[in-house]
Antibody, heavy 123, light 107 residues
Framework: QVQLVQSGAEVKKPGASVKISCKGS????????MHWVRQAPGQGPEWMGI????????SYAQKFQGRVTMTRDTSTGTVYMELSSLRSEDTAVYYC????????????????WGQGTLVTVSS | DIQMTQSPSSVSASVGDRVTITCRAS??????LAWYQQKPGKAPKLLIY???SLQSGVPSRFSGGGSGTEFTLTISSLQPEDFATYYC?????????FGQGTKLEIK
């Protein structure tokens, strides 16, 4: 059963960047698309973007374009999400999530999820 | 962006009750919809995908229905472990969007 383990909580000042890692286990991780989703306190989840199995292709929500970079190290089975120019509104729990499917197209569902990484942005 | 609207935002129910939650999409999404359960301090868990397909390991008391713009999640007989917040998510097009959530509380 695949498990996703994320890096630990971060505290950042406004204007800084944060890079979060997500390490998966097993072959069933390496052939799947991966997503990043964040959840601000008391809010619903918010999708940030997707990276393909080989790490060559990404798509980001327009809201985060220019500030987010998703990468993937296939040799270690780790995906990364870096968010720059942080502001207080970026305070949230950030999750990586595996796509349920291994093929492109519609029907992107998230299972399983990592345990979450709390990012706090405060001066 | 496709907006997902859930109703009600909260519901109180008792163990053994049947509960239905509704999710409406701002435009047609065929059957590209999922339902997730989230408990406090935990990541969401996939329950239903493709509007009505039960994810492996999820109890059969959970069922999903609908297509186009209106969808439902039904729990046929509430168990104590079902009290949580439920979210719908459209999987039709970027950016994937979630509803605001329905909190299911014990009466």
């Amino acid at each position: 059963q695949v498990q996703l383990v994320q890096s630990g909580a971060e505290v950042k000042k406004p204007g800084a960047s944060v890079k979060i890692s997500c390490k998966g286990s097993g072959d069933s991780f390496t052939s799947h698309y991966m997503h990043w989703v964040r959840q601000a306190p008391g809010q619903g989840p918010e999708w940030m973007g997707i990276i393909n199995p080989g790490g060559e292709t990404t798509s980001y929500a327009q809201k985060f374009q220019g500030r987010v970079t998703m990468t993937r190290d296939t040799s270690t089975g780790t995906v990364y999400m870096e968010l720059s120019s942080l502001r207080s509104e970026d305070t949230a729990v950030y999750y990586c999530a595996r796509d349920r499917s291994t093929v492109p197209g519609k029907g992107r569902y998230f299972d399983p999820w990592g345990q979450g990484t709390l990012v706090t942005v405060s001066s | 962006d496709i907006q997902m609207t859930q109703s009600p935002s909260s519901v109180s129910a008792s163990v053994g009750d049947r509960v239905t939650i509704t999710c409406r999409a701002s435009q047609g999404i065929s059957s590209w919809l999922a339902w997730y359960q989230q408990k406090p301090g935990k990541a969401p868990k996939l329950l239903i995908y493709a509007a009505s397909s039960l994810q492996s390991g999820v109890p059969s008391r959970f069922s999903g229905g609908g297509s186009g713009t209106e969808f439902t999640l039904t729990i046929s007989s509430l168990q104590p472990e079902d009290f949580a917040t439920y979210y719908c998510q459209q999987a039709n097009s970027f950016p994937y969007t979630f509803g605001q959530g329905t909190k299911l509380e014990i009466k």
